[in-house]
């Protein structure tokens, strides 16, 4: 069996080769051109599937540090007093005035 499928292997690559060299010149250069966009194809596809695992263990990183940044705020937030306004947090230890929400400098 596995003769077989080498032997039709060697065939297909000699007829592709044997209608190759019976084209145009024109044609040629154009099946030699799409014949290289395939390949590019080709490559592009197995790199993409080789950095599989590295893209998933970058985003893991990515998520864990997003997490602590998260958790170093909400700690950090909680340690010093303040007070809300809308949703802008004022700490006491910020000018502790009050502005005209109007005047915005």
Do not use: T
Not at 23 to 45: D, H, I, S, T
């Amino acid at each position: 069996m596995f003769e077989k499928a080498i032997a039709l292997i060697v065939l297909l690559a000699c007829i592709v080769v044997a209608v190759h060299m019976a084209l145009p010149a024109a044609k040629r250069r154009w099946m030699e051109e799409r014949g290289r966009r395939a390949w590019l194809k080709v490559q592009r596809a197995w790199y993409w599937a080789a950095g599989w695992r590295q893209r998933r263990e970058m985003h893991k990183y990515a998520q864990a540090e997003a997490d602590a940044a998260i958790k170093r705020a909400r700690r950090g937030s909680q340690m010093v007093e303040g007070e809300w306004d809308g949703n802008v947090y004022r700490p006491k230890s910020f000018d502790g005035k009050k502005r005209d929400k109007r005047d915005l400098h």
